[in-house]
Structure formats: structure tokens, C-alpha cells
């Protein structure tokens, strides 16, 4: 889930990044990410795996979140939506999120490998 998670704050950041990169365009919508719960929320699948060329192929979830555009509070006369202090809360909160996740990782990682023998 971890893994996942880091996946979900990549992405997250790339999107906010766009919307900041975007602050001036006329008519440009801020976009962000579906929320991480949203897109666990189908995580307890399993899905079929083809070992067999003969097999028919299943459906396979990307691991990545869609994207969502919330209506503004407040549009520019140009019709842009990116609200600089809006975003720039979200990166915040995002590189938080991302360092909280790096950290479990790192003790998850550290555990298999005092288990293993393996030191460092």
C-alpha cells in the first residue's frame, strides 16, 4: 500500500505542478487527482492473470488516479481557475503525505531485512 501511496503522491505532484506552471493561461481549469481512499477503493480485487496464450485477457487497474476538476470559488476575468494559494497548500500537504509514506517504507524495508540477517 506503501508503494501505492507513493504512486498516488507522484502523480499529485505532477498534476499540481501543471496547475501552478498553468497560473496565467486564460480559460485554463485547475485539475488535481481523485483522492487516495477513492482509488483504493477497488484495490480488494483480484483480478485474472493469462499464463496460457488461449486465455482470455482481464482488466488490469492502471494504479494510477484519475483525474478530477473542482468547481472554482473564485475564477480570474480570464476565465482561469488556478488559485496559486489553493495549490500551493495542496503541494504542501502532498510533500508531507510523501514523506510520512518514505518513512513507513523505510522501517518496512529495515524489518525484512533484520529478518533476513541482512544489517544497514
Known sequence: MAEKRLVWTAQRQS???????????????????QSFESMLAGAGSVEPAMTQ???????VPTGLASLTTNPPSARALDGNSVSLDEQLTKVADTETTQALVTTIWKKYVGMFNMALGRSG
Do not use: E, F, K
Open 53 to 59: 496464450p488461449g486465455h482470455m485477457a482481464g482488466t
Open 15 to 33: 498534476v499540481l505542478a501543471a496547475n501552478i506552471a498553468n497560473a496565467n493561461t486564460p480559460a485554463y481549469q485547475a485539475r488535481d487527482v
